[in-house]
């Protein structure tokens, strides 16, 4: 089946500027995670939704960053007013959301380069 | 708090060499521990994981990894690299009461002809 999609796969944006990103996770699955990847921070957990409520939004880097999902599926990342260092790859994942936490299937990323 | 440390952010190996990748991890309850594997420009693929039970796990492409309670460690092993091994490897932790994941910093593998 189709696995995790991410758009856009690249984004160039100016200072400033707002940006979303978007994740489509897997049909079926209700736990979604974001991430992100720089080469400063590695991989960080950013929040995880669990349907459309965010249970752990603790790796947000600052209230510019906020995320929401519709209908326990699509979910969209908003950055606001964006700086250099938010220049990462930001992954998103998702999981049948079962307990014990159980297998994350990650996207292939959006490359966001902000100038 | 969890966290996971992997030594050596670069690890080069000839083709048919043992591959051996570490990783150590602090975890106050007992932990779940993960290797993903990430090619260029891809997405993270799990290759094993550890959740409970057997300490040795077995996963795709001749991978494994053995859960040493009394080391923290979860190092992974393939007994003969092939080139297509080349790639950048992650340890993560995560455990019953956590839904994320806790990533190391990533090694690099390169496997030469």
């Not at chain 1, 940006?19 to 992100?36: K, M």
């Not at chain 1, 999902?69 to 930001?90: F, H, K, M, N, P």
């Not at chain 1, 994350?104 to 100038?115: A, D, E, H, K, N």
């Amino acid at each position: 089946g189709a696995g995790v999609s991410q758009s856009p796969s690249n984004k160039v944006t100016e200072k400033g500027k707002d940006v979303e990103l978007r994740c489509d996770p897997i049909s079926g699955h209700t736990a979604l995670y974001w991430y992100r990847q720089s080469l400063g921070q590695g991989l960080e957990f950013l929040i995880y939704f669990q349907g459309n409520s965010a249970p752990d939004k603790s790796g947000l880097p600052s209230d510019r960053f906020s995320a929401e999902r519709t209908g326990g599926s699509v979910s969209t990342l908003t950055i606001q007013r964006t700086q250099q260092e938010d220049s990462a790859v930001y992954l998103c994942a998702s999981s049948l959301g079962l307990r014990p936490p159980d297998t994350q299937y990650f996207g292939p990323g959006t490359r966001l380069t902000v100038l | 708090a969890q966290s996971v440390t992997q030594l050596g952010s670069h690890v080069s190996v000839s083709e048919g060499a043992l591959v051996l990748l570490r990783c150590n991890y602090s975890s106050s309850v007992p932990p779940y521990l993960f290797w993903y594997v990430q090619y260029p420009n891809q997405g993270l693929q799990l290759l094993l994981k550890y959740t409970t039970g057997a300490t040795l796990v077995k996963g795709i492409n001749g991978f494994e990894a053995e859960f040493k309670k009394s080391e923290t460690s979860f190092h992974l092993t393939k007994p003969s690299a092939h080139m297509s091994d080349a790639a950048e490897y992650f340890c993560a932790v995560s455990s019953y009461n956590t839904d994320k994941l806790i990533f190391g910093t990533g090694t690099r593998l390169q496997v030469f002809p």
